[in-house]
């Protein structure tokens, strides 16, 4: 097996990405760029993306991460518009696309252009949540969009495995198909449930921090694999494990944390960073069996069936916004009123993925009888142009529609003074804490230890109050800003000193390891404690 094309494409997709941190263009889209033009350059290996690596393998983690690191008590608030669009809006776009495609493209049986309308119904959770939280859009349209991406796949997937039958000749039935999609949501839903319990205790009683973030990897992929075993959706699994675990988090050891927080961030990054670059580095593949279909005929078709996606979601997203409402004082009593503005983003928001991708590519070859299938090929471009379409056009318009439509930002003064009042009562707590033990003679201390504790308190509850306070005119920093400057200076002192000390044999390198790494956490204490 040669490794050198899988090293290039994690390198080189993971400088890309770096890059991309420090322009305006969001990291997929430069991503999906650079795949366009790189998939021509001679001597670059061909990059097929293989849908039995894509699903069982990158899907799962990159769901898992996005999933705990989501809120189970927003998305619970928003509960009724998620599923509306991950359950309703892509059935919606599956018949709607699919009955479009076939009107448009000529020679594409209906069976085979609902596979295609299956196949680019589920918007992309990364791309749509990157631009959302760079741009700062209130929280509520961000936990509505992470949420529908993080469920829209088992129902396009679903969807998509009932088209395929149709289309092969297996003789798929409107009863069998309610029933394929309902075994899928309730027995993905069930695997997640009865597997979320004994992995949470496990994590919790596991005292090796590297043999719970070595769990921490598989879980995902336990969660997917065991689902798919059983015929429901590994998906929805996925999803409802990573929900509690990370709503549950903070019973896991603080060592656990800290490293699992590293792992995963940089799981993600490279896993993300592929995918993107995966997408453009399809053009030679795809052009490649478009067969009769050439030119401008072959870019009506792309152009076509990009705005029937386009309008089908603001078809959907409007009516599912405001209907409800009217139709359910309870529903008017219990949400917020959406918004026009809210509509139209959520609307524009709709950039498809690799997951769409990877599903068009695991359309077979032939169907029943051996015969090929219709259209597979004109299925195949027309997905990726859709996906290449959403990702640039959406994508790089959707940052400044925003920043158009003047959403109200996030009131820092306000937060900020929550989080010094949540410090303030837990510091009150802590302290009274501290003094039922130091009450207790099995806990005496010497009195520098014990105000050494306390001071600990204070200064914790003091570093959010000295945010609001006033700069330092010479500097222009607060007195938090000064007070981590100096603390990470003060460690750097110390941290060349511990450097110089094993230079000359006075201590081993295990020691300096020791220090070194009790000094980074402490200066991550001081950076989080500021931050």
Known sequence: MDVMPLLL????????????????????????????????????????LDPDVVLPLLLPPLLYTSASDSSY??????????ALLSVGYVLFATFVVGWAVYRIVPGIPLPAALVLGAVVAPPDAVAATAVARRVGLPSRI????????????????????????AAVGEGATWMGGVGEFLLAAVGGVGVGLVLMAPIHWMRTHLREPLLQNTLSLLIPFVAYGVAEQLHASGVLAVVVVALHLG???WEVDFATRLQEEAVWKMVAFVLESAVFALIGLQLPVVLKGLGAYQGAEAAWYAVAVFLVVVV????WVYPAAFLPRLASSRIREREANPTWRGAMVTSWAGMRGVVSLAIAFSIPQTVHG???????????????TTVIGTLVVQGLTLPPLIRLLKFPGRDAQAETLA??????????????RLDELLSDERNALPPPLADRLRMVLERRRNAVWERLGAVNPVTGETVDDTYRRLSRDMISAERDVFVRLRDHRYIDDEMLRTLLRRLDLEEAAAYREAA
């Open 370 to 384: 051996g015969a090929p299938f219709p259209q597979r090929n004109m299925v195949l471009f027309l997905t990726f």
């Open 312 to 315: 089908t979601r603001f078809v």
């Open 9 to 48: 494409l994690v390198a080189g997709s993971a400088a890309i990405a770096g890059a991309a941190r420090r322009t305006p263009v969001p990291a997929p889209l430069l991503l999906v760029a650079a795949g366009l033009l790189v998939s021509y350059v001679p001597g670059v290996p061909d990059y097929t």
């Open 419 to 432: 989080e010094a009042n949540a410090q303030a009562q837990a510091s009150r707590v802590a302290e009274q």
């Open 247 to 249: 709503h549950r988090a």
């Open 142 to 165: 961000t936990t509505i969009l992470q949420g529908e991406s993080l469920l829209n796949d088992a129902t396009a997937i679903t969807a998509y495995k009932v088209a395929l039958a």
């Open 73 to 82: 008590l927003d998305l619970r608030a928003q509960l009724r518009p998620v």
